[in-house]
């Protein structure tokens, strides 16, 4: 792209702040800049009474986007706000701006690239155009192929050619210095004039990300290594939701964990490298929901598209308010429910539990991640979803199930995480503190953990929902061999190719 228009800068340029909540490093404001005068910095939100839900989730986005209006008045300018569908209200705002272009982050969902075609029609009809630029990851999807120059399907050999193109990543770009004062114009209105956002704290946006990247990377990144595991230790790098939402720049996380990488002679085997190989299990999953749109709402792997799941909103109910009977999944739901995070090692768990030990469908969990986490990412959460499910991008992953009891003996072998959420567990011995329904009665008392009265007993017998899960996974993939030479005939419309 030029720096400037050859007839010379643009009047009025809108740069639409989706899925980049900050000024520093933000490649859609920055592409505006040098070729517009003029700056629109807009949110388009929608009129949905979920916007002012107090979960914590919406308190994470609410505040990061006051963050983002504080940032951009430090240098002159400020968010404006529109209230109804994108494409209409996108369109209005051009005309009433006078914006010729519309500059956003490119996203890479089957529906959001939907709605990105709505825009650009409705911008059209006026002479207008969407300019899309990629902010949302290191590389473009397309830019990672193989040798036949198709989209990857695993994870390592994605993985091998990524790490070959390492040192051509994007750099950080420059910030953006002052920008001109533009007044709202019909239609648009300011922050503090949404409902919604009164009494919004600040802090929780652009602001506290640069601070847990500085912390993580003096503090924690040398040793993630060694505690990213263990849900009790403050082991990971608490950055999942800055980049979810962009309030932080997936640019400035790689460039200041791979500097690291290259001082140090074991390479990625260090904390700061296999703190990037989960940068690129994001990029991958990116590169999977891109390249392969059907894995939006279907089974990745086809032998698992018409498997027939369980229905039981009794057990998800269980499940998701952390009544199982299994401490780990119980601390893990806990957390998520009170915090709005859980740790990736308990999400692993969790969602085992629920697809494998409940064979209860991927997508009631994906839901109620996408619902409840701060740092819900469509493609991260799908992706990981589907690995659990065993529906997804490895191998052979339907035999893998994790023993909730295993798990937490592992990585909380002194039960301090559970403890931490269940509280009811605190004085259960640590020899019971992961399979509390091996107490007698006599010790339940002791410990002051009455099992169906202070804490469940657990909802399945692990070993026997192993067996049946194995069962169920092999017979659904028999059916699906079976009925292969009529699959795609029967495949609802828009699902999509498996090559």
Same mark, same amino acid.
């Given at each position: 792209m030029s720096r400037r228009n050859s007839a010379g800068p643009r009047p009025c340029a809108i740069v639409w702040m989706r899925r980049a909540f900050r000024v520093d490093d933000n490649a859609p404001l920055w592409h505006a800049v040098q070729e517009a005068a003029k700056i629109i910095p807009l949110l388009v939100v929608n009129d949905d009474p979920r916007y002012a839900a107090d979960t914590n989730r919406r308190r994470f986005v609410r505040g990061a986007i006051a963050d983002l209006d504080a940032g951009l008045r430090m240098h002159g300018s400020h968010v404006h706000v529109r209230v109804g569908p994108a494409p209409r209200e996108l369109a209005r705002a051009a005309a009433a701006y006078g914006a010729d272009t519309v500059y956003a982050a490119r996203v890479y969902h089957p529906s959001g690239i939907a709605r990105d075609a709505a825009v650009a029609r409705e911008l059209a009809r006026t002479g207008r155009r969407l300019i899309l630029v990629n902010d949302l990851v290191l590389r473009e999807p397309s830019e990672v192929r193989t040798q036949q120059d198709q989209p990857f399907r695993m994870f390592t050999p994605f993985q091998r050619r990524w790490q070959e193109l390492a040192d051509d990543v994007p750099r950080p770009l420059p910030g953006v210095q002052t920008l001109l004062r533009v007044p709202c114009a019909e239609g648009s209105t300011t922050v503090d004039r949404i409902p919604y956002f009164a009494g919004t704290r600040e802090g929780l946006g652009e602001p506290a990300a640069a601070l847990q990247l500085r912390r993580f990377l003096q503090k924690d990144i040398a040793h993630y290594h060694l505690r990213r595991d263990y849900p009790a230790a403050e082991g990971t790098s608490h950055l999942s939701q800055h980049l979810a939402l962009g309030t932080l720049s997936p640019r400035q996380v790689y460039w200041s964990a791979y500097t690291r990488v290259q001082r140090d002679e074991a390479g990625m085997r260090t904390g700061p490298g296999v703190f990037i190989m989960e940068l690129l299990w994001r990029e991958f999953y990116y590169q999977i929901l891109?390249? !392969?749109?059907?894995?939006?709402?279907?089974?990745?792997?086809?032998?698992?598209?018409?498997? $027939?799941?369980?229905?039981?909103? %009794? #057990?998800?109910? $269980?499940?998701?308010? =952390?009544?199982?009977?299994?401490?780990?999944?119980?601390?893990?739901?806990?957390?998520?429910? +009170?915090?709005?995070?859980?740790?990736?090692?308990?999400?692993?768990?969790?969602?085992?539990?629920?697809?494998?030990?409940?064979?209860?469908?991927? $997508?009631?969990?994906?839901?109620?991640?996408?619902?409840?986490?701060?740092?819900?990412?469509? #493609?991260?959460?799908? =992706? =990981?979803?589907?690995?659990?499910?065993?529906?997804? +991008?490895?191998?052979?992953?339907? !035999?893998?199930?994790?023993?909730?009891?295993?798990?937490?003996? +592992?990585?909380?072998?002194?039960?301090?995480?559970?403890?931490?959420?269940?509280?009811?567990? %605190?004085?259960?011995?640590? %020899?019971?503190?992961?399979?509390?329904?091996?107490?007698? %009665?006599?010790?339940?008392?002791?410990?002051?953990?009455?099992?169906?009265?202070?804490?469940?007993?657990?909802?399945?017998?692990?070993?026997?929902? $192993?067996?049946a899960a194995l069962l169920f996974y092999s017979s659904s993939r028999r059916h699906a061999h079976a009925t292969k030479s009529n699959h795609f005939a029967a495949a609802p419309e828009g699902q999509g190719s498996y090559r």
């Open positions: 891109a390249s !392969f749109p059907h894995a939006q709402d279907h089974a990745f792997r086809k032998e698992f598209r018409d498997i $027939r799941w369980h229905r039981s909103p %009794r #057990a998800f109910a $269980r499940w998701k308010d =952390g009544r199982t009977g299994y401490p780990i999944v119980d601390a893990a739901m806990r957390q998520l429910n +009170t915090e709005g995070w859980m740790h990736n090692r308990a999400r692993m768990i969790v969602a085992s539990f629920l697809t494998k030990d409940l064979l209860l469908h991927w $997508r009631w969990g994906e839901r109620y991640f996408m619902d409840h986490l701060v740092d819900a990412d469509i #493609a991260s959460n799908n =992706g =990981g979803w589907q690995w659990a499910a065993g529906t997804g +991008t490895d191998a052979s992953p339907w !035999f893998r199930i994790f023993n909730p009891v295993v798990q937490g003996k +592992t990585y909380d072998p002194d039960g301090a995480y559970v403890r931490r959420y269940l509280p009811e567990l %605190r004085h259960v011995p640590d %020899r019971f503190v992961h399979e509390p329904w091996r107490m007698t %009665r006599a010790e339940q008392k002791a410990a002051g953990c009455i099992l169906d009265r202070e804490y469940p007993q657990r909802i399945v017998d692990h070993a026997k929902a $192993r067996a």
